[in-house]
């Protein structure tokens, strides 16, 4: 195990398993540690938010190594082409955490749109009273227009409940899906999705063609009153220029769950109100992790008993 998870996760896996903790080893003493256990590692267990890994450097450490099995649906950590070559499995938890990321996309967007987090500090702060009961004006979310980076699982769960909010809703993806899709409307390229959008949400997986597919061109095309939600992945975006246009108001508000270095979150984001800051936990409810877990755990075990596995990435 990478980096601690869940405390479920590791106690079946100490318990099924001979579990190593890589963490146990202190930061500069990790190489040592793998390379005293690498003749018995089989399987590493990995997430996808800050800590996990796969790259070739891991996976070229460890000659025994058969599966690495992700505690997330993004493998964009994992090196495939490494894992290809060397003939290792690899696993992900999709389905399970589709509703739990789709509703914080929902509330990052709300919460952005109505300054939840703002209010709530406004009203902790006592200025409700000191201010005679008064609270400036917000932005509503019903019926604004959303668009949709990645109609996949979760870009489509999202796509459901923003239209219970009465949300037209348009997407990108690489291939279209119009005819799967007729209430949905396809756009070929993101700077006409975000242009077309008053709140832009990525929702695709990270590769080399979805890195950086925020760019400058998109934040301006998206502008001063409109709002980013991003549940993927940091990486999906140019980072310093979102809080650049943030700052200078060039684009409205964001919800962002995830960050390019995180846990490291720009200094200048923390003193915006326009911004909701969460920490990468878009499945992180105690439903969601336990079913990741147990797919984590049935995806090593039908690896080890030579079955099929439940959710094969390789
Ligand atoms: C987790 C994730 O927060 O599913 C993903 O791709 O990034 C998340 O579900 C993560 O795996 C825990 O580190």
Partial sequence: LLHPLDTYLEQE????????????????????????HASSIRAVVTGGGSGGGGDAALIDALPRLEIIACYAVGFDRVDLTRCRERGLRVTNTPGVLTDDVADLAVGLAIAALRRIPHADRYVRAGLWKANN??????????????????LG???LAIAKRVEGFGCPVSYYQRTRQQQAYPNYTYLPTVVQLAADSDVLVVACSLNEQSHGIVSREVIEALGPRGVLVNVGRGAHVD?????????EGRLGGAGLDVFEAEPDVPEALMALDNVVL???????TRETRKAMSDLVLANLEAH?????LLTPVV
């Fill in 13 to 36: 896996l100490d318990r099924r398993c001979r579990l190593l903790r890589l963490w146990d080893a202190p930061l500069d003493r990790r190489g040592e540690f793998l390379r005293a």
């Fill in 133 to 150: 009961g008064h609270y400036g004006l917000t932005t509503q979310f019903s019926g604004k227009r959303v668009g949709i980076i990645g």
């Fill in 153 to 155: 699982r979760i870009g």
């Fill in 239 to 247: 980072q310093p220029e979102l809080v650049a246009a943030l700052a």
């Fill in 278 to 284: 969460a920490p990468h936990m878009g499945s992180g």
């Fill in 304 to 308: 080890a008993l030579s079955k099929p």
